[in-house]
């Protein structure tokens, strides 16, 4: 039966005594520790950062009494340091399970150039990462990847991370408090925390930077990346009774995602509303929130960015847009020109756009892009008369035509998407099952078509379903896709292993051999039958080989078990 399974927790902990061969070095990411008690039992993993200090989760150090070893894993002969729990920098998780983190500090500092800059970045859209951990059947590591699903865990204060196939190793015990990377930047997203220990889903979760930052203000010092709200968005006042209902509607709007609804204009006072869902929403202030019973609150991380336009130009508008979120700026494409030639969708709030140094410019260069590409947009006006407003509400961003027309390209793309998978699994059995929806929407979207231009409430609540539909059946089949082009990689890996075991049984004249040809025999018609059983077929693979080595003598895996 599955569940979240936090290591170490109910006696669970898989405790091993360290073993096995030296540990590999990756100069890329030096900063990667493994943590183990002073008995020599590996707990779990951690970041090493500057100063002496290692960043870890509070469950990895329950029982150790307050002292660790913690091995550099990346130096050729591993240097292993003691180390010991500091009270005032650990934060066990509470009964909701928030916080979870603690900042180890070390006896001696590290050697140099082994510690790593956290980076606070937005977070809102499936970012491939990478993660090292060390299981305790593996005391050496273990590299596996995952995709970001979103926000989950206690309060909202963790990332889902989503496994990216069935022949990628899981995380599990060993691997808490290991880095996770960003697969494309390198940079250091957040920690892990805990795993899925059903067996239908290879699913983890994280805890990232903003969040270990709220709990821990001393490891602002080693962030590095821009805040998601300007200064100006800092201490904000109370909604008041008059502003209940912007404050509910902002905060509805936030909270319901994959939908065509991406325009949210608030004019005047309603402003002061706008800075507290901002301020409340962010990961490093939730944990100082304490909001009254009943009273609404935006989910954690939210808000991508919240930018404060006011007599800034259109380019700093798109700088600070494209910094939060990691896009590396080269000073050749303007930052403007670059957000036009497309971003990752984001929630945006940009505060005081008719205070801004060319509000037009900004408008219609900068953020009617950002709509039109996926962006969910809360523009703020400070004068409820200003000129600027009509060019907003000329926009045909966020109207039931322009969101029909839409869904109606993105339901083509999932056609073309589950085209794609139903091909691909011609070629190999994934067990997964497969929920074709492009046939049921596309019905709905006749329907809605019929309804235009009049759509009364009913058509808008079609739409907004169908919206949604069309998201998650999009996003399940990508991730199908890519499991299945993975699958029918290692396919493909295994003929070429077949070929070369094949090539040397025959160089080492057993190519006659009575014994191996129904084995190879086998393993042929295993991989060349459509769609292909990769169990079944690496396992034939597997036979073959080790008869190769035993007839050559070299027992059953010669020098290393090549599969």
């Known amino acids: 039966m599955g569940g979240v399974f936090i290591h170490d927790r109910a006696g669970r902990h898989r405790r091993t005594l360290m073993s096995g061969p030296p540990l590999p070095g990756r100069a890329t990411e030096p900063w990667r520790v493994r943590i183990r008690d002073t008995a020599g039992n590996i707990r779990g993993a951690g970041v090493s950062l500057t100063d002496g200090y290692v960043l870890t989760c509070a469950h990895v150090l329950d029982g150790t009494g307050g002292e660790v070893v913690v091995d550099f894993v990346a130096l050729g002969d591993p240097v292993s340091l003691p180390a010991r729990v500091r009270p005032e920098l650990f934060v066990g ?77 899981r995380v599990r015990a060993g691997f808490s408090g290991a880095g996770v990377v960003d697969a494309e930047t390198g940079d250091v997203l957040g920690i892990v925390v805990g795993e899925y220990t059903g067996e239908a889903v290879a699913m983890s979760w994280m805890i990232p930077v903003e969040t270990i930052v709220s709990h821990l203000p001393m490891a602002l010092r080693w962030v590095t990346g821009e805040s998601y709200a300007d200064e100006s968005f800092a201490e904000p006042s109370r909604p008041g009774a008059d502003q209940a209902g912007i404050t509910r509607r902002a905060i509805d709007w936030l909270n319901k995602r994959d939908t065509g609804d991406t325009l949210l204009v608030v004019l005047g006072r309603d402003a002061e509303a706008i800075r507290w869902i ?72 940009a505060r005081g756009i008719d205070e801004a140094e060319r509000p037009g410019e900004l408008l219609e260069g900068v953020l009617r892009p950002l709509a039109e590409n996926g962006s969910r947009l809360v523009l703020v006006f400070r004068s409820e008369s200003s000129t600027h407003l009509r060019t907003v509400r000329s926009w045909p961003v966020g109207t039931p035509a322009y969101r029909v027309e839409r869904l109606a390209e993105r339901l083509a793309d999932l056609q073309a998407l589950e085209q794609r998978v139903l091909g691909l699994l011609a070629k190999v059995v994934d067990r997964t099952p497969a929920d074709w929806r492009h046939g049921r929407l596309a019905g709905e979207l006749k329907r809605l078509r019929a309804g235009l231009p009049d759509a009364d409430e009913e058509l808008r609540r079609l739409l907004e379903r169908c919206e949604r539909a069309t998201a998650r059946a999009s996003r399940t089949f990508a991730s199908h ?15 070429g292993l077949l070929g070369a075991y094949h090539a040397t049984a025959g160089g080492a004249g057993l190519a006659e051999d009575l014994g191996l040809a129904p084995l190879y025999e086998a393993a042929y018609q295993a991989l060349w039958r459509f769609p292909t059983d990769l169990a079944a077929a690496g396992g034939a693979v597997e036979a073959y080989q080790r008869a190769i080595w035993r007839a050559l003598g070299m027992g059953s895996t010669g020098d290393g078990d090549l599969l």
Not at 484 to 491: S, V
């Open 481 to 495: 896709e890519k499991r299945l082009l993975r699958m029918k990689a290692e396919r493909d890996r295994l003929r």
């Open 93 to 169: 998780p509470d009964e909701a399970g928030c916080g979870d983190v603690a900042l180890i500090e070390l006896d001696r500092h590290q050697p140099g150039g082994l510690d790593a800059t956290l980076r606070r970045t937005a977070l809102g859209w499936p970012r491939e990462v990478r993660v090292f951990g060390f299981p305790g059947d593996v005391p050496y590591g273990v590299h596996t990847r995952a995709t970001l699903a979103g926000q989950s865990g206690p309060h909202g204060e963790w990332l889902q991370m989503n496994g990216l196939g069935p022949h990628e190793p």
């Open 278 to 349: 901002t301020a409340v929403s962010g990961r490093e202030q939730r944990s100082g929130i304490t909001p009254a019973p009943g009273e609404p609150v935006p989910v954690p991380g939210s808000i991508d960015v919240a930018v404060d336009a006011s007599r800034r130009s259109p380019d700093d508008v798109a700088r600070r847009i494209l910094v939060r979120a990691g896009i590396r700026l080269d000073g050749e494409v303007p930052p403007a020109a670059r957000i036009r030639a497309g971003v990752p969708p984001m929630t945006i709030v």
